[in-house]
DNA sequence: TATTTAATTTAGACAAATCTAAAATATATT
DNA sequence: AATATATTTTAGATTTGTCTAAATTAAATA
């Protein structure tokens, strides 16, 4: 069993697995907000428990055992923020901090009746995919919307970036899930996207377009 | 901000509270699970937050504002119960253990929205009333099933044991909440308890009686 | 390659919550 | 009132997760 900080760093080495593998250190402390040092002792108590495969000073990977307890966190997080929407009201922006906390809520029982209760969704209200209960991921397939080039069309189907003034940002526009998007002009000046959403020309910024996934 | 063990505390001294005040530092180590002398260590803590009145070898009581605190816990306790009963078909015997962990998840935006997704239950899938946000009980009368004399009627409105073997004992014997039950007989040899269910005539130890809670 | 800089680890300390063993106080019994 | 027993508190240690400061190693640059 681990605890509620264990599980955390095993999460987020998770996540930064998917950009750079091994993960390093210092990547991890500013995640968590913590320092070097304390990220350290953890990952030596983390491959005493077989969760991580670390060597020091060449970074970590996460073990069998350690990626399939980090899915499971995963899962409960995005199967929590489906129902915060779905069932509570929440907007988009405001699941994440909550998902945090259920996260770490023990019981399997109550993770497969969640899932049930909610009929087995398939993304999150952000568009990230939920593993099953064997911990796969159904591919979905996005490119980033700054990718796009004039005329190409497509439609929002998910976010790399959760805070909530982004989310805010995006829900002021009219980008949110399911929209259908056509890109009309890049920019040159600044790289900034004009597109067409609902019949009306608006215009976002690069990095926006960066963080809005599209898929054809 | 309270962590998740004082949160245990007060909830703890707050129950032991009802039946003698102040509560003495056993009763309290005996609830959580740990030594007296880790209880003096907490009582102190409690008592600088002001959440505590602890005068040493006299016991402690709740201040107002720990009052509050606690009962709030023991409305998320018994909101979420009700969540996992009449949403995620949990028994009411599976409730517990994963509402003592749900109880500590800080969002007030979720407990409003789950108290009105749940359309303000006003009890728990254990017959305990469930406070108002702002800490008022609604008071039912209740009797022990045990003061009852041969031919009274009455139904069943609670109980006041929560583990799963003698929930599950009372689940057998048709003895659930909104039942309704006429003595037909004290037995005098051992004072248990014969009395009507569906028209079937069934018997219960006086242990079993003395946790029915009846209302008329 | 030598030197500078960045990343990481070690050493030692600290706060929270717990423990055991011993001392102090309160309550019960003679 | 004196003694015995039960309850509670203190003292000192332990575990978990964190910190700062200093030392070590790796990577970048000259
Ligand atoms: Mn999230
Ligand atoms: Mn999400
Ligand atoms: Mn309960
Ligand atoms: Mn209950």
Redo the contacts with the bound molecule.
Sequence with gaps: MQ????E??LKIIFHLSQNSNPV????I?EK??????????????LADKELVN??????VTLTEKGKLTAINIVRKHRLWEVFLVEKLNFKWDEVHEVAEELEHIKSTLLVERLDEFLEFPKVDPHGDPIPDQYGNFADLSFIKLSKLKANEKGTITGVSEHSSPFLKHLEKLGLTLGKKIEISEIIDFDGSVELLIDNNKINISREVAKHILISK
């Design positions: 605890s509620y900080t264990e955390n760093y390093q250190t210092n990547a402390a968590i907000q913590t320092k070097a040092a304390s990220v350290t002792d953890m990952l030596k108590k670390y060597v020091k000073y060449q970074g």
